[in-house]
T-cell receptor, first 111, second 114 residues
Framework: GNSVTQMEGPVTLSEEAFLTINCTYT??????LFWYVQYPGEGLQLLLK?????DKGSNKGFEATYRKETTSFHLEKGSVQVSDSAVYFC??????????FGRGTSLIVHP | DVKVTQSSRYLVKRTGEKVFLECVQD?????MFWYRQDPGLGLRLIYF???????EKGDIPEGYSVSREKKERFSLILESASTNQTSMYLC?????????????FGSGTRLTVV
């Protein structure tokens, strides 16, 4: 079956630091890959997505590249802000409309 | 602004009570989902529905049931609440035939069973 593995958190950074949150996946076929973000007290929001190998998704300064050879979709941001503090979920979706989520990684950014 | 609305943000119920969690979407989406979210476990799918009066079990359906009498409304029912059902519950919807990425989530209901 499908699975998504994310690095465990919390990830604690100072403002303007570089962020990487690792995500690897196992799936048959060619899934679409996603990052969702959950701000405190809110539901999940789509952050970015990539639908085929070598695609790069980007939004709000965040980027992730679909790497089929390493089955990875790592999330990066060059300079984080306090407002980026949230929980980040990596997910995949194949032909089914039922996605597979990772367990989430909490990011804490200090001023 | 399109949205998924969950009727309560916080709910406290007693053990053994029958609990209803309501979810309404205004996007005319065919698919609706109920998840629970627990620390360290991420999101786990309880039930989903791809049409009115249709329902399918997810990964953890035990102790729960659902109702979808109208397209826009998907209710989660805890038949007899127990303390291990204390959790954050998230509702989501998506259009028919579209994979994740078209999901819209509600803000969640934090349920405490005492």
């Amino acid at each position: 079956g499908n699975s998504v593995t994310q690095m465990e958190g919390p990830v604690t950074l100072s403002e303007e630091a570089f962020l990487t949150i690792n995500c690897t996946y196992t799936a048959t076929g060619y899934p679409s890959l996603f990052w969702y973000v959950q701000y405190p007290g809110e539901g999940l929001q789509l952050l970015l997505k990539a639908t085929k190998a070598d695609d790069k998704g980007s939004n709000k300064g965040f980027e992730a590249t679909y790497r089929k050879e390493t089955t990875s979709f790592h999330l990066e941001k060059g300079s984080v802000q306090v407002s980026d503090s949230a929980v980040y979920f990596c997910a995949l979706s194949d032909r089914s409309y039922i996605p597979t989520f990772g367990r989430g990684t909490s990011l804490i950014v200090h001023p | 602004d399109v949205k998924v609305t969950q009727s309560s943000r916080y709910l406290v119920k007693r053990t053994g009570e029958k609990v209803f969690l309501e979810c309404v979407q205004d996007m005319d989406h065919e698919n609706m989902f109920w998840y629970r979210q627990d620390p360290g476990l991420g999101l786990r799918l309880i039930y989903f529905s791809y049409d009115v009066k249709m329902k399918e079990k997810g990964d953890i359906p035990e102790g729960y049931s659902v109702s979808r009498e109208k397209k826009e409304r998907f209710s989660l029912i805890l038949e007899s609440a127990s303390t291990n059902q204390t959790s954050m519950y998230l509702c989501a919807s998506s259009p028919a035939g579209q994979a994740l990425g078209s999901y819209t989530f509600g803000s969640g209901t934090r349920l405490t069973v005492v």
